[in-house]
DNA sequence: TTACGATCTCTTGCATGCCAGAGCCGTAGC
DNA sequence: GCTACGGCTCTGGCATGCAAGAGATCGTAA
């Protein structure tokens, strides 16, 4: 599954190619729908086919790109089900997160998750929007990461690659006053998992992630349909 | 991603081995532990070394083995904690299913599931626990297809093949009574699901998951912990 | 001008060979 | 008897070469 960070002693080639690739991928430098060539990744590496291969198989099984025998690998393009399927997930998981996190009490993630919505008060206060997109990303992976469950982790991690997250992330705070509602609704779930209410959490959780969907949705051009939904 | 069924024509080398292999490993026809020599199996299927290479490399992705570089690829010792995890998020995506059943009303799915009932009221009334068995596993598989979310679908077969639960659900069958509960806990459930009470029949969802967990591990040996809890 | 077809090129699938690291076992020294 | 060391064997990591399928391209014929 996606690991993001770790293991850097045993760095194998075909590691180092995987998160190369999925770095590439996940932050847009290659575009959805790109041929992605093991030739020309070998010599672009200066390694053989072989762990270039491998590399792009377990991109596939992430999702991240797609391969079609005798033809070619291709960075996937997600349809429009598979981003209404993927904010499905999140809303499920980080609203399971934020029900863990509440059961588990005063943990290490609680305290940094304090010291992240102090910060992003002030990022919201004086309408820094970059560093605020940065800090809702925190906000997330410290909830689940707090959730301390490694599965749902992975599981997590694997699916918000998939929807290229940090891309998406500036054009819903980009939404006049979107900044501000978010921080408020990050305040509630905080509070909520204070109060160990993990029910409440949960709920609240999710109308959050909801309501970033909406407020992302609204913002975003129209993606044509991927061939890809059944 | 775990794909259990589908594509047979395009059935090349490596997806054969995939197949084989996760059926071996989940049926636990292998046991956990065991070392699984890329040459060996190699021969073993009349294939290079190579389609079996990836074929195990997208099962470590999957959870189903754990490849040690330079020293051998294992079938996976789950630790109790993974186990516990795997519960959690058994809990959570089929909870989910039965959210998203509801609120999809009358699909071909709910028909299945009400078939599915009827014949388990019988099997349970003559006691045939191994019909049961197979009658409870199509259960949870139709209401994780019925949730119509194919990312939730995918990601739960992958979980729950790493709990090869196909092997623990005649365990928990075994205690006295719990057929019977389990069945009338299904039935809440569907009823639930048929009265489009999307919330309620997550919540009676999750503690049917719980409850069935709670009957199995009662009923299982004390598993020593495998190293890999972190 | 258009439609069809052969060919040609690019793609991945698979086989094979070599290499380095890890672990084991036997042996030698204490 | 115990310990430490050295080689041996087994493991997967990687490089490379060939084959087959898919798709594009270009020429030819209607």
New interface residues.
Partial sequence: ?ARGTRESP?T?IQATVIEEMRGRIISGAVEPGTLLSELALAEEYGVSRTPV??AL??LQ???LVEIR?RVGTFVTIPSRR?IT??F??KE??EG?AAR?LAQRGRVPEVDLLEANLRESDEAVARDDRERYAELVHDFHDLLVRGAD????EA?YR??MNQLAYPRLVMTSLNRPGRPFESDREHHRVLELVLAKDGDSAERVMREHVRESRRALLAGLPVIGDGPGS?
């Fill in positions: 599954m045993p194998s291969r491998e198989k377990q099984t992430e999702g025998p598979e399927e993927l499905e997930m499920l998981l399971a863990l469950n490694h599965k749902l599981h694997t699916l059944r």
